[in-house]
T-cell receptor, first 116, second 113 residues
Framework: GAVVSQHPSWVICKSGTSVKIECRSL??????MFWYRQFPKQSLMLMAT?????????EQGVEKDKFLINHASLTLSTLTVTSAHPEDSSFYIC????????????FGPGTRLLVL | KQEVTQIPAALSVPEGENLVLNCSFT??????LQWFRQDPGKGLTSLLL?????REQTSGRLNASLDKSSGRSTLYIAASQPGDSATYLC????????????FGEGTQLTVNP
């Protein structure tokens, strides 16, 4: 199946700093990418959907100024957590889809963020 | 609002047993339903995707069924192995939701050797 990578796999940072997470589709062009967060023992919650070259669509309750998403190319999307705080500590997972609605989403391995 | 429920939340079985994981969803207007596997601290691996027009999909020891009218799906795992231990998530893609997958809470499976 298609491969999606994330970098870094884990990151520890101090409160107040910004952290950038990259999501890449390695062997296909992703017209749409998705960012999720997952708390321990809970399921995935969609944060935002991004299409290449356009602004991301954020889910209700997700601060767009805090979670900056850039989908500059068909193979790369980035999530920047700005002025991170301990409550932002979570597991962030991206996924990518090559075609339209109904096509398979392929998920990255996730990035664990710990904000001290 | 689409809700997805998975039962049981956790399951522990001896190696070799056949087992069934259940997923139910409230809105039957879906594009498809997917079953995923998640190992601790890892991302999701897609196991099976069933389009709304399909009744079942099979891959190796896995068989997933879909009854859209009743809002139910099952994942059948034959001859379970310790390596099958993981959390299994089902997710539905609702027609009215655009691109949003709605996930269940998952079933944590432990297969004991």
């Amino acid at each position: 199946g298609a491969v999606v990578s994330q970098h870094p796999s884990w990151v520890i940072c101090k409160s107040g700093t910004s952290v950038k997470i990259e999501c890449r589709s390695l062997d296909f062009q992703a017209t749409t990418m998705f960012w999720y967060r997952q708390f321990p023992k809970q399921s995935l919650m969609l944060m935002a959907t991004s299409n290449e070259g356009s602004k991301a669509t954020y889910e209700q309750g997700v601060e767009k100024d805090k979670f900056l998403i850039n989908h500059a190319s068909l193979t790369l999307s980035t999530l920047t957590v700005t002025s991170a705080h301990p409550e932002d500590s979570s597991f962030y997972i991206c996924s990518a889809r090559a075609g339209g609605i109904g096509e398979t989403q392929y998920f990255g391995p996730g990035t664990r963020l710990l904000v001290l | 609002k689409q809700e997805v429920t998975q039962i049981p939340a956790a399951l522990s079985v001896p190696e070799g047993e056949n087992l069934v994981l259940n997923c139910s969803f409230t809105d039957s207007a879906i594009y498809n339903l997917q079953w995923f596997r998640q190992d601790p601290g890892k991302g999701l691996t897609s196991l099976l995707l069933i389009q709304s027009s399909q009744r079942e999909q099979t891959s190796g020891r896995l068989n997933a069924s879909l009854d859209k009218s009743s809002g139910r799906s099952t994942l059948y795992i034959a001859a379970s192995q310790p390596g099958d231990s993981a959390t299994y998530l089902c997710a539905v893609l609702k027609i009215a939701s655009g691109s949003r997958l709605t996930f269940g809470e998952g079933t944590q499976l432990t297969v004991n050797p």
